[in-house]
């Protein structure tokens, strides 16, 4: 019975071991938010989970933001603990240095206390508030934080810049320099119509035609004279000009 008892031992703290080590792995889930989501611009307000013994970070390395002050409105389950200096005002009331701030904010759950004169928030949680300041100037970021009892399912939030947002702002045309473009374009396309003078007729074929044939009514020779379709468009007096003393012309005027 013992060693069939010592197997069974064996094998349940062995799924128990399995068992707490897939919690482990699954709380070291990093977050990854975006910094319009994170300041509530965009979506809903992001809920964190604080669970006790397993500590949540709050990380703006990625963005390269400096946390400057940070607000939890009901300290007596969650404390604030960070990895740089906060700023404080001092006595002639100067603001810190630039380069004086936090990048990371570690929220942990402790037993609750009783503060006099302090109302406990409800189930929701409570509101956590900073103030970072980085390149894009200072920015407010706000968290719902809720103190829960079961496995976190992340023990990360890393705040991410916004993909892209000044290379699309630089690059967006502008409409009325678009539209003053469009119509120069149009402008420069536009050509002046060209008059299309017909080839004109033989010299030998009329001569040919008239020396054959017996010209004796007038109207016979004035057909001759007067040339038919010459052009398919009449548009300047040049044209007209050019053509009186043309060869062919001269040509007709010896018959």
Known sequence: MQPIQKTLSNALMLCVSSIFLAQIANATVVRNVSSDQAQGIIGEAISLDVAPGVGLNISFIQTGELVKKAWIDDPSRITLSFDGTLCQTNSQGQECDS????????????????????????????????????????KLYQFRVRPVTREPKYTTIAVRPIANQSLSMANAPEPSSQLFESSETTKSTVKAPVPVIAPLPQIASVRQSAIGRELSEPEELRSLREPAAIVEQLSTQEWADSLSSSTYFQELSKL
């Open 99 to 138: 380069d004086q701030g936090a990048s990371v904010v570690h929220l942990r759950q402790i037993r609750p206390i009783q503060f006099p004169d302090l109302p406990r928030s409800n189930a929701n949680g409570t509101l956590l508030t900073l103030i970072t300041e980085g390149s894009e100037g200072r």
